[in-house]
């Protein structure tokens, strides 16, 4: 029509291949940062890098070592309870609970609680058992055995009645803590592994070591050496 000449193939402008190039980079980028997120989720338990770095787990029982003590005995460390809005809590000492600040440094491991096993109104319930907890451990001196961090959080989740339940304790918070918990990250799984090994192959050889001085002063003095 009008010596106009018409095709089937479409018409490609020189400017749409950099343009495609540019698109084809830029879905490349998304996806992987959607592979990164989704693998996160997957890890962390709805956890994003986000919350990771601020330190914020909602809903969380949170734990981390205490230095050369956790190392001996990786069951003992610093336990705290975190807000519905994941702000940490935690008795860092005598008439001291700290606030989005944990003793001992950042949460290595978090155990996620179900705000639908709390007696009342969700949020609003949790967030007041945390907070009159807390500030009840602010009158009281901290004692290493006997009422200490995890005293701290078993009384905030018996003033909620997690679990319909107010029989928690530094016990039973210990072991659940323990067999529940996730490391934060697979860093953290790995760095608390290898502490594990080396201070049982540490604990080995200084009773190997305690034996060898044991037999040779026993040969020496009663042997006859």
């Known amino acids: 029509m009008n010596g106009v000449a018409f095709t089937d193939r479409p018409l ?15 879905l490349q980028a998304v996806m992987a940062e959607a592979d990164d997120t989704d ?3 997957n890890y962390h338990g709805d956890f994003l890098k986000s919350d990771r770095k601020s330190s914020r787990y909602p ?32 008795f860092a000492g005598s008439y001291f609970v700290s606030e989005d600040n944990m003793g001992f440094g950042r949460p290595t491991k978090y155990w996620k609680l179900d ?7 969700g949020a609003a319930t949790w967030d007041k058992a945390v907070h009159d907890a807390s500030e009840e451990y ?3 001196p901290h004692n290493l055995c006997f009422d200490n961090c995890h005293s701290h959080v078993a009384m905030a989740l018996n003033l909620m009645r997690y679990d319909n339940s ?7 918070l210990c072991t659940l803590s323990l067999i529940h918990g996730k490391h934060v990250s697979k860093y ?19 009773l190997l070591l305690l034996l060898f001085f044991f037999f040779f002063f026993f040969m020496v003095f009663y042997g006859g050496w």
Do not use: Q
């Not at 490609?12 to 830029?26: G, M």
């Not at 230095?67 to 001996?72: E, R």
């Not at 069951?75 to 702000?87: A, K, P, R």
């Not at 107010?166 to 039973?172: A, G």
């Open 115 to 121: 705000v639908d096993k709390v007696c009342g109104n």
């Open 166 to 172: 107010t029989s928690w304790n530094m016990v039973n």
């Open 138 to 140: 602010k009158c009281r």
């Open 39 to 41: 693998m996160m989720v």
């Open 59 to 90: 809903y969380c029982v949170v734990w981390t070592p205490i230095p050369i003590l956790s190392w001996v005995l990786p069951f003992i460390g610093h336990m705290g309870i975190c807000t519905s809005s994941g702000v940490i809590r935690d």
């Open 12 to 26: 490609i402008h020189d400017c749409a291949l950099p343009l495609s190039r540019h698109h084809h980079l830029s």
């Open 188 to 206: 953290f799984t790995k760095y608390m592994e290898m502490i594990w090994i080396l201070s049982i192959t540490v604990v080995f050889m200084l």
